[in-house]
């Protein structure tokens, strides 16, 4: 999936930051915020949640050692035991989003089994899909405990099931646009697909070199993007562009049709779009009708008839089967449920 001679060029500190932060909540404030002193008293109800905390137990859950990703090491929690159960008093207490609890030496185990696993051939992707299947074992043993865990009713897939998905998105000999502006143009990625393998991941840097300067309207501004991109990677087989604000919303939301709405209104415009994305933008807003009907008469989900009607008409589209289908859970759904859950609380 991705080439051991990758190309990683085109950005800055600020732009890979904006860039991550749209799946990673709250980082620019972390990165600019002075860090917590470590070893700092920690009181219930003293400490608005963030960040993690992990707890190392021995055998008879009796909490080893404690240690929050911001604020260092919680000396309070040393010596006392844990009930699993009570993990989400654990990270009031602690003022953490989430905990990791391992059972000693758990670390040690995992090496090996992946030790045994590991094959000299085996890509990055199958390698990562190979640790979070053995770490989803220690967690069945109750060696590890993850609270909450988003995806612990998520399957996990195969890598060539994720080659299967990846395909639809990303064609070999193709390239991937994201372009996101919040006044002038905010972040940027492209990507390049070629003999199987992602071998360039390219800034807002390259783009703007590829383009020459923009006019500062980003929805004229794509069309000049599209015809760069072309001329200097590969065509481009699938492009997101948008303002900053805009995708980040819609990354966290939970109601149906939103995607689609946005599209419709041109708050996002997606260009190319591939069959795939515009047969699945359209079963989302049927399925956003359907939730509006069904609120608007009283639970007669009205629209939520004319799925099996939808889904033949996306069979006769295209004969390619949805990222989900292939996957066997939605991913947009699940990044929006994690972070939804890690938003850092707003101040009033």
Do not use: C
């Not at 989003?97 to 051939?121: I, K, N, T, Y």
């Not at 992602?198 to 590829?210: K, N, S, Y």
């Not at 008469?297 to 004969?319: I, K, M, N, S, Y």
């Amino acid at each position: 999936m991705i080439s051991a001679e990758l190309r990683f060029e085109g950005f800055d500190a600020r732009s890979w930051t904006n860039l991550v932060s749209l799946f990673l909540p709250g980082l620019p404030e972390r990165l600019d915020r002075a860090p917590d002193a470590s070893d700092a008293p920690v009181a219930e109800g003293e400490v608005r949640a963030r960040g993690s905390l992990l707890v190392v137990v021995d055998e008879d859950d009796v909490i080893l050692a404690a240690s929050h990703s911001q604020r260092g090491r919680v000396r309070e929690l040393a010596g006392t035991s844990v009930d699993r159960a009570a993990l989400p008093l654990l990270a009031a207490r602690a003022g953490a989003h989430r905990v990791l609890l391992l059972r000693e030496g758990v670390m040690e185990e995992l090496a090996e089994q992946l030790g045994a696993r590991f094959r000299s051939d085996d890509s990055y992707l199958a390698q990562l899909l190979e640790v979070i299947r053995a770490a989803r074992e220690l967690e069945a043993s109750g060696e590890l405990t993850l609270w909450p865990n988003p995806i612990a009713n998520v399957p996990i897939p195969t890598a060539a099931t994720f080659e299967r998905a990846l395909d639809l998105v990303l064609p070999d000999g193709r390239a991937a646009v994201l372009a996101l502006w919040d006044g002038p143009l905010w972040t940027a990625v492209v990507l390049r697909r070629r003999h199987g393998e992602i071998d360039l991941v390219a800034g807002p840097e390259m783009l703007v070199r590829w383009t020459g300067p923009l006019g500062g309207d980003w929805r004229r501004d794509y069309r000049v993007i599209l015809d760069a991109v072309a001329r200097s990677v590969a065509p481009v087989h699938f492009g997101i562009f948008a303002e900053a604000p805009t995708v980040r919303s819609l990354l966290r939301a939970a109601d149906a049709g939103t995607w689609a709405q946005s599209v419709a209104v041109r708050n996002v415009v997606i260009s190319p779009m591939p069959r795939t994305v515009g047969a699945a933008l359209g079963a989302d807003a049927v399925r956003g009708i359907g939730k509006a009907s069904a609120r608007a008469l009283g639970g007669l989900d009205f629209a939520g008839a004319l799925l099996p009607f939808v889904r033949e008409v996306r069979a006769r589209v295209t004969h390619a089967s949805s990222v989900s289908e292939i996957l066997g859970f939605d991913p947009l759904k699940v990044l929006g449920a994690i972070l939804r859950r890690d938003e850092p609380p707003r101040d009033e």
